[in-house]
């Protein structure tokens, strides 16, 4: 059982930057294939990024391509979303995941997930 804990959500202001952390525990993180999704007050889960199990390929969704990057450190079991140029429609619950194959944007793909953490974009 892999457990996810997600941080660095907070309030920040439009075009600033935000750093979140995802730590794993219980199973090595290098077997799993680590993906971000968002899900907005009255949205559906949007994919955001997700990268391979190597780290050597990142996937993006279009609306935060050449914005955000993703990477991980299989040795320390963490996942980082760096995320710039932050805009309003940004704003949402990052979700931390973990999934062992399939389609990486499609979040039933994904076995385990954070709880969650908030980041809000203010003008």
């Known amino acids: 059982q892999v457990q996810l804990v997600e941080s660095g959500g907070r309030l920040v202001q439009a075009g600033g930057s935000l750093r979140l952390s995802c730590v794993a525990s219980?199973?090595?993180?290098?077997?799993?294939?680590m993906g971000w999704f968002r899900q907005a007050t009255g949205k559906e889960r949007e994919f955001v990024a997700a990268?391979?199990?190597?780290?050597?390929?990142?996937y993006y969704g279009d609306s935060v391509k050449n914005r955000f990057t993703i990477s991980r450190d299989n040795a320390k079991n963490t996942v980082i979303l760096q995320m710039n140029s932050l805009k309003l429609e940004d704003t949402a619950v990052y979700y931390c995941?973990?999934?062992?194959?399939?389609?990486?944007?499609?979040?039933?793909?994904?076995?385990?997930w954070g709880q969650g953490t908030q980041v809000t974009v203010s003008s």
């Open positions: 995941a973990a999934g062992s194959g399939g389609h990486v944007y499609t979040p039933t793909n994904y076995d385990y």
């Open positions: 219980g199973g090595g993180l290098r077997n799993y294939i």
């Open positions: 990268i391979s199990r190597a780290g050597n390929n990142p």
